[in-house]
């Protein structure tokens, strides 16, 4: 198996961030109730145990900011700075302040001309809006203007958390599966089609949903007539296997998009060690027909990404 792998969904804390959400809030996401703790010697450790060349970074979720301009932007910044004191071993999804969106669309311009970022890291919602919504369609058609990536992983979702779980262990998945239904509901990736949408933990539940939203997107009266076959939106978005390495969620992969759009990624360090290097071992024995481990490893990420 690869020992060059790209780890797209890999995150950071850059003191700044950590300094303005509080490890209580980073605890609070957990189902153990413990923040985890991030350094770039910890994510190099666990790169190289692992068989990881790089990280793709990116400040993941938390609470509404206040100045997010100006805090993202050093986030930014700060991961600008690890791509350059380690070369080669972490690339960046750039935060955007959404959703202010002239704000945005500033930092867009800065992240991708003045620190070449790879991409940008989209929420599935804010404020209660999803990505469909109009409110976003300025960013959307800049990114898509720039051919840009936009990587989308969950956050607290806009309503309260239902009593049986932590909001990471369930509502992360229906929240990454509603805003990629309000994409394709909408027209956005009908209108987008320069801008890669990845899926952060193998797309919530939307492999198994597939079938059951597309069906019903066909009996919503125009919607097929304006914007061409669910299914084929549903195949062109990107999924990474973060906390998803399982043969079930690969073989629902398989069904529901291309074998060159499955991304390997770990949630470091979100997710503990132990379970990065077990989802490793399994996914190291999957054999499902079509799928290339060793694309999935890297050669999937390193198309996207322009890597050589």
Same mark, same amino acid.
């Given at each position: 198996m690869s020992k060059d792998k790209i780890d797209t969904h890999h995150h950071i804390f850059p003191k700044v961030y950590v300094d303005a959400v509080g490890m209580e809030m980073l605890a609070s996401v957990m189902p153990g109730g413990k923040a985890p703790t991030w350094s770039a010697e910890a994510a190099i450790s666990m790169m190289d145990s692992n068989g990881i060349r790089e990280g793709i970074a990116s400040v993941s979720s938390g609470p509404p900011l206040t100045d997010a301009a100006t805090l993202l932007r050093k986030c930014n910044d700060a991961a600008a700075d690890l791509r350059a004191r380690y070369p080669g071993r972490f690339g960046s999804f750039a935060s955007l302040p959404l959703p202010d969106v002239d704000a945005s669309l500033r930092e867009i311009e800065y992240s991708l001309d003045t620190l070449k970022a790879d &991409? +940008? @890291? !989209?929420f599935t919602s804010y404020e209660g809006r999803y990505l469909g919504d109009p409110l976003f369609q300025p960013v959307l058609q800049e990114l898509d203007r720039r051919g840009s990536v936009a990587f989308i992983h969950p956050n607290q979702p806009p309503y309260e958390t239902p009593r049986v779980a932590p909001a990471s262990v369930l509502e992360f998945p229906f929240d990454t599966t509603r805003t990629a239904a309000s994409l394709i @509901?909408?027209?956005? @990736?009908?209108r987008y089609r320069k801008l890669r949408f990845i899926l952060s933990h193998a &797309? &919530?539940? !939307?492999? +198994?949903?597939a079938p059951r939203l597309s069906l019903s997107i066909s009996m919503m009266p125009g919607l097929v007539e304006q914007y061409g076959d669910p299914m084929a939106a549903i195949r062109s978005f990107y999924f990474d296997t973060a906390l998803s390495a399982a043969p079930s969620t690969l073989a629902a992969l398989a069904h529901v998009t291309d074998p060159d759009h499955i991304l390997f990624g770990t949630d470091f360090p979100f997710a503990p060690l132990a379970a990065i290097q077990n989802f490793g071992k399994v996914l190291d024995q999957i054999e499902i027909p079509g799928i290339d481990m060793n694309a999935v490893?890297?050669?999937n990420a390193a198309r996207l990404l322009g890597r050589k």
């Amino acid at each position: 198996m690869s020992k060059d792998k790209i780890d797209t969904h890999h995150h950071i804390f850059p003191k700044v961030y950590v300094d303005a959400v509080g490890m209580e809030m980073l605890a609070s996401v957990m189902p153990g109730g413990k923040a985890p703790t991030w350094s770039a010697e910890a994510a190099i450790s666990m790169m190289d145990s692992n068989g990881i060349r790089e990280g793709i970074a990116s400040v993941s979720s938390g609470p509404p900011l206040t100045d997010a301009a100006t805090l993202l932007r050093k986030c930014n910044d700060a991961a600008a700075d690890l791509r350059a004191r380690y070369p080669g071993r972490f690339g960046s999804f750039a935060s955007l302040p959404l959703p202010d969106v002239d704000a945005s669309l500033r930092e867009i311009e800065y992240s991708l001309d003045t620190l070449k970022a790879d &991409g +940008f @890291i !989209l929420f599935t919602s804010y404020e209660g809006r999803y990505l469909g919504d109009p409110l976003f369609q300025p960013v959307l058609q800049e990114l898509d203007r720039r051919g840009s990536v936009a990587f989308i992983h969950p956050n607290q979702p806009p309503y309260e958390t239902p009593r049986v779980a932590p909001a990471s262990v369930l509502e992360f998945p229906f929240d990454t599966t509603r805003t990629a239904a309000s994409l394709i @509901i909408s027209g956005a @990736i009908h209108r987008y089609r320069k801008l890669r949408f990845i899926l952060s933990h193998a &797309g &919530g539940t !939307l492999p +198994f949903l597939a079938p059951r939203l597309s069906l019903s997107i066909s009996m919503m009266p125009g919607l097929v007539e304006q914007y061409g076959d669910p299914m084929a939106a549903i195949r062109s978005f990107y999924f990474d296997t973060a906390l998803s390495a399982a043969p079930s969620t690969l073989a629902a992969l398989a069904h529901v998009t291309d074998p060159d759009h499955i991304l390997f990624g770990t949630d470091f360090p979100f997710a503990p060690l132990a379970a990065i290097q077990n989802f490793g071992k399994v996914l190291d024995q999957i054999e499902i027909p079509g799928i290339d481990m060793n694309a999935v490893y890297r050669n999937n990420a390193a198309r996207l990404l322009g890597r050589k």
